[in-house]
């Protein structure tokens, strides 16, 4: 491969490598935010149902338990133990997906009470209501035991699993900023990439000119000059690679027209 074709050549395979590069490297980054954008959005999205599961088994619970304890309807028993469990169950699936389980230490304490006190009442409190007789009206010592102990509890219980749910939501902050880098990351290799490939091509112009164009345009000239006026071929400047073969072959052709009309 000559000098010319070569330094061509070269330039733009440099122009396709980078831009083959850049492109994948963009790809790949790209390809990761968006894996990362999904997580987080499943991970928002599977947090609000969590949360909301167990603030409906925690109300289930609530009102299982005021028809129990107030007005002593023994129908609401297993609504009350249904409740508990689906809360229960809401939490295990909570703390095992979730990545920071940190945020879920009150909640898990909350509802650990909560299953104490209700099995407490389930177990004795029943028992006393039904001594007491009068099932269908509202119980003072159901109402004083709800008042004094559950709904505490049960307010502990709501905020801890509100806590919980905007706890996940500022959770997603770090990973949003980091979600930023991966942007200016995936984007980095393009600009990079883009200010090379104006580099070379400045430098390809420069070559072009200095070392095919204007010495194309001199000889054309010059050769214009020999067949208008006989002026000699003759071409200022240094010539390379194939300028200069053609400049030679001219010549060639030059000195064997003379001949031939001599």
Sequence with gaps: MTGLRKRVTIGFLSIVCLLFFSGM??????????????????????????????????HGHNVALIRLAVFGDRSYDSLCRASMERLETALVVAQHEALEKSFLDSLAFATTELRVLTDNYLAFGIAGRDERGARGAADPVGVRWYNEEYESLYGYLTAAVKSYMTSTQSSLAPRAEQMKKNAYRAVTPVLISLAVMIAIVLMLYYFMSIYCVDPILRMNKSLGDWLAFRMPFAVKGDLKDEMLELKEKIDALISLSKQNKA
Excluded: F, Q
């Design 25 to 58: 490297v963009s790809l790949v980054e790209l390809s990761r935010l968006s894996h990362d954008t999904d997580d987080i959005l499943r991970a928002n999205k599977r947090s609000i149902e969590l949360a909301r599961e167990m603030l409906d088994a925690a």
